[in-house]
Structures are given as C-alpha cells and as structure tokens.
C-alpha cells in the first residue's frame, strides 16, 4: 500500500490526452512538499519528466505537464505517441515517515 | 556528465548480508548539497525508496527497512555503499542508486539498476 495512491493504469488512442492522478495527505503533497514524476520505459531505469510540481527538465517535451493542488497532483500527457507506453511514477516527501515516497505506479497504454 | 552504476551478487541466501556498491562519475560527495539514493523495485511492482546520504555524511532510512540498513561513502573511490541485512526472499528486487538534484531534492540520474534475486 503506497503512501501516494495512483491508478493502476490508464489508457488513450494516439493523438488524446490522459491524465494520472496521484493522490497524498497532509503529511505529504498537503504539507507543499513538491511532486516529481518518472517514466519508466519496459525494462529501463526510471527517467525524470517533471521536478517541483510542474517543471520540465531539458529534452522532455511538452506535451508532458504537472500539477499539483492542495494533497493531490497530476500528470497530463498530450498527443499521445506509442512511446509513451510506459510505467509513471509519483514522487515526494513524507513528514511523518520523515522520508521519500513514491506512488504506486500507472501503467499507461496506448491504444 | 553525471552517470552512476550499481554493482554486487546477483543472488544471495536468506538471511545473508547484502552489500551493494554505486560508483558515480561526474559530481563529488563532497561538495555542498549533493546527495546519493538508493531505490528498489521488486518484479512487477512499485519503487521504493531506502536510504540517502549526503555530502555532510547525514543519512536518512526507510522507516520500515531502517534496521536492516547500512548506508556509507567513500568520497575518495567515488563509491556509495548500501548494506542490507538478514535477505528474505522478498527482497528480491532490482536495485537503483541515483544523483539526488542538490536544488529540488528530485532523483535527476539513475544507474542502470542490479538485479538480486534471494533464494536458496
């Protein structure tokens, strides 16, 4: 049981937009700590696509976009391409666990 | 270019010791702010975060795994060191060390990860 619940998965045809949700607590996102996400692809090292809530490091595109309110953030994904299948992964910290936690995990397929 | 690298066995015995090592390139562990993570992810399931250390040799653990952790640094071989004890077969697990961005607090490069199977 992850302390940030995201579905499981989600799904869209090429060219939609999804979202992933990733839900905290006071503890954590309700505190105002930032939220990170990571894309892991099949079989690779997870990959940072958004630091600080909403922000996008070089070389990710923009169709790729967070945010967050009060204990909740989100990912959304634009123009969805068959290379964005892959696992997303919510990232933050936990004051009462006094460390890191990430989320579950979404599996996103392109349909 | 930051880039880091796990290496250790791939399969150890229940209730053995686990010494992992992640040699990094590219950034010191002594330098104001920098930190090093180590992350896991069982077959098929989520990540998890387990320990941190920092420039200043502070560290922080997993709530849930803090007993069974050892994490060090040796600045000089540019190496981190996680040690884990009493392996159960639920701890196999992929295992990740990664750069912790000194601003945002963020993972912003992984290694590759190491594979460790526990079974007898």
Redesign the interface.
């Known amino acids: 049981q992850?302390v940030l619940t995201q579905p499981p998965s989600v799904s869209g045809a090429p060219g939609q937009r999804v979202t992933i949700s990733c839900t905290g607590s006071s503890s954590n996102i309700g505190s105002g700590y930032?939220v990170?996400w990571?894309q892991q692809l099949p079989g690779?090292?997870?990959?940072?696509l958004i630091?600080?809530n909403s922000?996008r490091?070089s070389g990710v595109p923009d169709r790729f976009s967070g945010s967050k309110s009060g204990t909740s953030a989100s990912l959304a994904i634009t123009g969805l391409q068959a290379e964005d299948e892959a696992d997303y992964?919510c990232?933050s910290?936990d004051n009462s666990?006094?460390?890191?936690?990430?989320?579950?995990?979404t599996r996103l397929t392109v349909l | 270019q930051i880039a880091l690298k796990e290496s250790g066995p791939t399969l150890v015995k229940p209730t053995q010791t686990l010494t992992l090592t992640c040699t990094f390139s590219g950034f010191s562990l002594s330098t104001s702010g920098v930190g090093v993570a180590w992350i896991r992810q069982p077959p098929g399931k989520a990540l998890e975060w387990l320990a941190y250390i920092y420039w200043d040799d502070d560290k922080t653990y997993s709530p849930s795994l803090k007993s069974r952790l050892t994490i060090t640094k040796d600045t000089s071989k540019n190496q981190v060191v996680l040690t884990m004890t009493n392996m159960d077969p639920v701890d196999t697990a992929t295992y990740y060390c990664a750069h912790r961005n000194s601003g945002w607090g963020y993972m912003d490069v992984w290694g590759k990860g190491t594979t460790v199977t526990v079974s007898s």
């Open positions: 992850s930032d990170h990571y690779t090292a997870p990959k940072v630091y600080g922000n490091p992964y990232h910290y666990l006094s460390g890191v936690v990430f989320g579950g995990g």
